[in-house]
């Protein structure tokens, strides 16, 4: 499959030019693979979204690959002698 010219109508980007994607309030906030940010507001959000997932741009509302651990910071402490 060749995603290079694979587009969304009225969306400028084709799937090979996407990294991520997040949705917030109807809009979606996508990340380009040379590093840019844009924004769509789709018609049909669910649509868009499923076109996405399709190809596989990763949403990072499921996957930010952010690593999380589960430490407590101890707040009662001054870090490095500050306060």
């Given at each position: 499959m060749d995603n290079?010219?694979?587009f969304y109508?009225?969306?400028?980007?084709?799937?090979?030019?996407?990294?991520a994607f997040s949705l917030c309030i109807g809009v979606f906030i996508i990340s380009l693979k040379n590093g840019g940010i844009v924004r769509?507001?789709?018609n049909e959000i669910a649509h868009f979204k499923e076109w996405l997932d399709h190809y596989k741009v990763r949403d990072i509302a499921v996957n930010d690959d952010i690593p999380y651990a589960n430490i407590m910071?101890?707040?009662?402490?001054?870090?490095?002698r500050f306060f």
């Open positions: 290079e010219r694979i109508s009225e969306f400028d980007h084709p799937t090979s030019q996407l990294s769509f507001k789709p910071a101890n707040l009662s402490k001054a870090p490095n």
